[in-house]
């Protein structure tokens, strides 16, 4: 049993129409944790702002890693 032409496209379409429904959703929750991980890390960039850098240690100051 075949589909006449009009309802062959009819079918398409609801499958395209529910196809960009189902990336416009993926696309919106992407965009939503890309501006929560930017807000992350602009707070970590801002917290490492404010460290103050120290001078590079030698092998003799740094602590052996069993302490």
Do not use: C
């Not at 991980?37 to 003799?60: D, F, N």
């Amino acid at each position: 049993m075949s589909l006449e032409p009009m309802e062959w496209v009819q079918s398409k379409i609801a499958y395209l129409e529910q196809a960009v429904a189902e990336i416009s959703d993926v696309v919106f929750r992407q965009h939503r944790e890309i501006q929560s991980l930017q807000a992350q890390l602009k707070a970590i960039r801002e917290r490492l702002a404010g460290v103050p850098s120290e001078e590079p240690r030698t092998s003799e100051q740094e602590r052996p890693p069993h302490y």
